[in-house]
């Protein structure tokens, strides 16, 4: 039986592809290429005669589709068998390029022209679109762009230039349809899926790569093997064609990796007959044979360590299963964690082991609280991982555990507890209502800070509503202990309340002048918060404290400094605070300010008219061109403006500014 291929006679195309593939197949005789028996080019008619592959593309088989002379279906390819479908064809690749004296380029290697015949050797075909260089010196070939979307060589694509590193990208694609089980091209998937290379390539770089793997290959590839596989598809499939590899340095890697395939097929027949010879012999693995030992040491198959740790927990030797969960990094943790779990071990430890390690906290603590081995919660929490008691906590609260128990198991670790963690387990479950006492035995004072500042859990709409007014002394005394101050201040002016201030700045409060200096630098949210604080401490003989509070606020930049009854309130103040000082002794003071080097004289004489409405300035006889001054003389007092101290100061008789 043979295959026949027949072209268009009248096409120029058609009659290039006849002779091209005639010229090839005379002159190269491969395993691993498509035999050409012969050809016919006689009364308008081209054909093409080829030996018969019975099995039809590797496409076929990848996804399973029917062939139309059998019209049968194919079942999946195990991963060795894709292997050797792979290195057969990277054979008969490399002969193109470097096997005879002429080199040549395919240009259309994909899955559909790679053919299986009934020995499931790789045979490559179709050389219509084929080009061949007169010696291996000439590196490439500038030609119109052919081939099929999506294998194009970047490279070949934009500069027009053909090289055998364009049929190593093309072959890179096909290595990720052989792994993957899909097209290279895939136009019912969202864009972002739908080219091959790319959605594989960005998957791999995020090391996501569970995702593109064929599911029927699911527990069939060594770890080592895909570590070369995958290794191999993205070196070939590299955007520039100098760092891709050869044809034959393909060839070697995938040779490579089947031999890491076949190592592995070989150490789980040897492990499993020791195994059987153990099981049968009864005897205690922690004293086992020396061969036994060396396979699981020496090997990195998952399934492998899985049954080490399975046939000892069914011998009952904890202690090596507890061994082997701490120890071993190749076992596969969801899987050995179901187990575990079914297992219903007395000793929890070497589920413990798993779960910590691999991020299975939640499931371990619904499993110890549901078979109510709470000691082992609490030596978890307490000498395994505190870090993780905030995860521990959380499925508590999903598992209705006692308040009492969740309270004495938070308290027990102290401060090694991440107050932030713990706050947003209890945020996500909307469980405001668990409250701890705040001693700095247990939590730092950052920890508590986070609590007061930032949390939604203990924050001001559950506790302020529920205890403002209630407890200000012992909210006091806990801020006084732990050198908050900041937000004892910061509690202080928003309640606005006498009695509260009377209670901080009592004269035998020994944190008063903390309290102060933490008043004058906080941040004010509204003129009546600012304007409070400064009459309560005029009215506590802090005066200068009060103008520095409200010389904070004109002179930086918020929403208060342009308030003009704020500047009265400081104008107010600073004449009460200077009034018991003799006129002639304040302008001495003032006069060793210079804040205004342009003039003579730092001041600028205004007289504000009394009306009922605001006062307005006008310039003044006596002042400087360009300054800012009162009315002229409308009443017996004058001012003097402090243009650093910026309010107006009173004296009498004020001397002449000399221009």
Same mark, same amino acid.
């Given at each position: 039986?043979?295959a026949?291929?027949?072209l268009?006679?009248?096409?120029k &195309?058609?009659?290039?592809?006849?002779?091209?593939?005639?010229?090839?197949?005379?002159?190269?005789r491969?395993?691993?290429?498509?035999?050409?028996?012969?050809?016919?080019?006689?009364?308008?008619?081209?054909?093409?005669?080829?030996e018969?592959?019975?099995?039809?593309?590797?496409?076929?088989?990848l996804?399973?589709?029917?062939?139309?002379?059998?019209?049968?279906?194919?079942? =999946?390819?195990?991963?060795e068998?894709?292997?050797?479908?792979?290195?057969?064809?990277?054979?008969?690749?490399?002969?193109?390029?470097?096997?005879?004296?002429?080199?040549?380029?395919?240009?259309?290697?994909?899955?559909?022209?790679?053919?299986?015949?009934?020995?499931?050797?790789?045979?490559?075909?179709?050389?219509?679109?084929?080009?061949?260089?007169?010696?291996h010196?000439?590196?490439?070939?500038?030609?119109?762009?052919?081939?099929?979307?999506?294998?194009?060589?970047? $490279?070949?694509?934009?500069?027009?230039?053909?090289?055998?590193?364009?049929?190593?990208?093309?072959?890179?694609?096909?290595?990720?349809?052989?792994?993957?089980?899909?097209?290279?091209?895939?136009?019912?998937?969202?864009?972002?899926?739908?080219?091959?290379?790319?959605?594989?390539?960005?998957?791999?770089? $995020?090391?996501?790569?569970?995702?593109?793997?064929?599911?029927?290959?699911?527990? &069939?590839?060594?770890?080592?093997?895909?570590?070369?596989?995958?290794?191999?598809?993205?070196n070939?499939?590299?955007?520039?064609?100098?760092?891709?590899?050869?044809?034959?340095?393909?060839?070697?890697?995938?040779?490579?990796?089947?031999?890491?395939? &076949?190592?592995?097929?070989?150490?789980?027949?040897?492990?499993?007959?020791?195994?059987?010879?153990?099981?049968?012999?009864?005897?205690?693995?922690?004293?086992?044979?020396?061969?036994?030992?060396?396979?699981?040491?020496?090997?990195?198959?998952?399934?492998?360590?899985f049954?080490?740790?399975?046939?000892?927990?069914?011998?009952?030797q904890?202690? $090596?299963?507890?061994?082997?969960?701490?120890?071993?990094?190749?076992?596969?943790?969801?899987?050995?964690?179901?187990?575990?779990?079914?297992?219903?071990?007395?000793?929890?430890?070497?589920?413990?082991?798993?779960?910590?390690?691999?991020?299975?906290?939640?499931?371990?603590?619904?499993?110890?609280?549901?078979?109510?081995?709470?000691?082992?919660?609490?030596?978890y929490?307490?000498?395994?991982? =505190?870090?993780?008691?905030?995860?521990?906590?959380? &499925?508590?609260?999903?598992?209705?555990?006692?308040?009492?128990?969740?309270?004495?198991?938070?308290?027990?670790?102290?401060?090694?507890?991440?107050?932030?963690?713990?706050?947003?387990?209890? $945020?996500?479950?909307?469980?405001?209502?668990?409250?701890?006492?705040?001693?700095?035995?247990?939590?730092?004072?950052?920890?508590?800070?986070?609590?007061?500042?930032?949390?939604?859990?203990?924050?001001? =709409?559950?506790?302020?509503?529920?205890?403002?007014?209630?407890?200000?002394?012992?909210?006091?005394?806990?801020?006084?202990?732990?050198?908050?101050?900041?937000?004892?201040?910061?509690?202080?002016?928003?309640r606005?309340?006498g009695?509260?201030?009377?209670?901080?700045?009592? =004269?035998?409060?020994?944190?008063?002048r903390?309290?102060?200096?933490?008043?004058?630098?906080?941040?004010?949210?509204?003129?009546?918060?600012?304007?409070?604080?400064?009459?309560?401490?005029?009215?506590?003989?802090?005066?200068?404290?009060?103008?520095?509070?409200?010389?904070?606020?004109?002179?930086?930049?918020s929403?208060?400094?342009?308030?003009?009854?704020?500047?009265?309130?400081?104008?107010?103040?600073?004449?009460?605070?200077?009034?018991?000082?003799?006129?002639?002794?304040?302008?001495?003071?003032?006069?060793?300010?210079?804040?205004?080097?342009?003039?003579?004289?730092?001041?600028?004489y205004?007289?504000?008219?009394?009306?009922?409405?605001?006062?307005?300035?006008?310039?003044?006889?006596?002042?400087?061109?360009?300054?800012?001054?009162?009315?002229?003389?409308?009443?017996?007092?004058?001012?003097?403006?402090?243009?650093?101290?910026?309010?107006?100061?009173?004296?009498?008789?004020?001397?002449?500014?000399?221009?």
């Open positions: 039986m043979v026949i291929k027949r268009n006679a009248e096409s &195309q058609g009659a290039k592809e006849f002779w091209m593939e005639v010229k090839m197949l005379s002159k190269l491969h395993s691993n290429l498509v035999a050409l028996i012969g050809y016919c080019n006689e009364c308008q008619e081209m054909i093409l005669v080829y018969y592959i019975v099995l039809g593309t590797l496409a076929n088989h996804y399973r589709l029917n062939t139309t002379e059998s019209n049968t279906s194919f079942s =999946p390819l195990s991963w068998e894709r292997l050797d479908i792979c290195i057969g064809a990277a054979r008969g690749l490399d002969h193109l390029h470097s096997g005879t004296s002429q080199s040549f380029i395919h240009r259309d290697v994909k899955t559909t022209n790679i053919l299986i015949d009934k020995n499931w050797v790789a045979k490559i075909s179709d050389f219509g679109l084929s080009k061949g260089t007169t010696s010196s000439i590196t490439h070939i500038s030609t119109q762009v052919k081939g099929t979307f999506g294998y194009f060589d970047p $490279e070949y694509f934009i500069t027009q230039r053909l090289t055998a590193k364009s049929d190593v990208y093309a072959f890179g694609v096909v290595l990720l349809e052989v792994l993957c089980g899909r097209p290279a091209v895939d136009r019912k998937l969202c864009e972002e899926q739908m080219s091959l290379a790319h959605w594989a390539q960005q998957c791999i770089k $995020e090391g996501k790569l569970a995702r593109v793997i064929d599911p029927s290959l699911s527990g &069939q590839i060594a770890p080592r093997c895909l570590k070369y596989f995958v290794a191999l598809a993205n070939c499939l590299q955007q520039s064609s100098k760092p891709r590899p050869t044809m034959a340095e393909v060839l070697s890697s995938l040779q490579l990796a089947l031999i890491s395939q &076949q190592r592995r097929r070989t150490e789980r027949k040897t492990f499993q007959r020791v195994m059987d010879l153990w099981l049968k012999e009864m005897k205690n693995i922690s004293s086992s044979s020396g061969q036994l030992k060396d396979l699981l040491s020496s090997s990195e198959d998952p399934e492998i360590h049954k080490y740790i399975k046939a000892a927990t069914n011998a009952g904890i202690e $090596e299963v507890e061994r082997m969960t701490r120890e071993s990094n190749f076992y596969d943790p969801e899987k050995t964690k179901n187990f575990l779990i079914k297992a219903k071990l007395r000793n929890a430890r070497p589920l413990m082991n798993v779960c910590d390690r691999f991020g299975f906290v939640p499931d371990l603590t619904h499993y110890l609280y549901s078979n109510n081995m709470l000691r082992y919660i609490e030596g929490v307490q000498k395994v991982n =505190p870090g993780n008691a905030p995860l521990v906590v959380g &499925q508590l609260l999903d598992d209705n555990c006692p308040e009492d128990f969740i309270k004495g198991l938070i308290l027990s670790v102290r401060s090694l507890l991440t107050i932030e963690s713990l706050v947003d387990e209890f $945020e996500k479950r909307s469980a405001p209502t668990l409250y701890l006492p705040c001693s700095p035995s247990r939590f730092g004072s950052s920890h508590l800070a986070y609590v007061f500042q930032e949390s939604t859990w203990i924050a001001y =709409p559950v506790l302020r509503a529920s205890c403002e007014g209630q407890c200000d002394k012992e909210l006091i005394n806990v801020t006084n202990k732990n050198n908050l101050f900041k937000l004892q201040a910061r509690y202080v002016v928003e606005m309340d009695d509260l201030w009377a209670m901080v700045l009592n =004269p035998e409060n020994e944190f008063r903390q309290l102060i200096d933490q008043v004058v630098s906080t941040e004010g949210k509204s003129l009546a918060q600012v304007s409070a604080a400064a009459r309560v401490f005029m009215a506590a003989d802090l005066r200068h404290e009060s103008i520095g509070l409200l010389k904070k606020f004109m002179l930086q930049k929403a208060l400094s342009g308030r003009f009854n704020l500047q009265n309130l400081r104008t107010k103040m600073a004449i009460k605070a200077l009034e018991a000082r003799k006129y002639t002794e304040a302008f001495e003071f003032f006069e060793k300010l210079t804040p205004n080097k342009n003039t003579s004289t730092p001041y600028t205004a007289s504000p008219t009394y009306t009922t409405k605001s006062p307005t300035y006008i310039a003044h006889p006596r002042a400087r061109p360009g300054v800012i001054v009162g009315p002229a003389r409308t009443t017996h007092l004058h001012y003097v403006w402090d243009s650093r101290a910026h309010l107006w100061v009173p004296f009498a008789n004020a001397p002449m500014v000399k221009r």
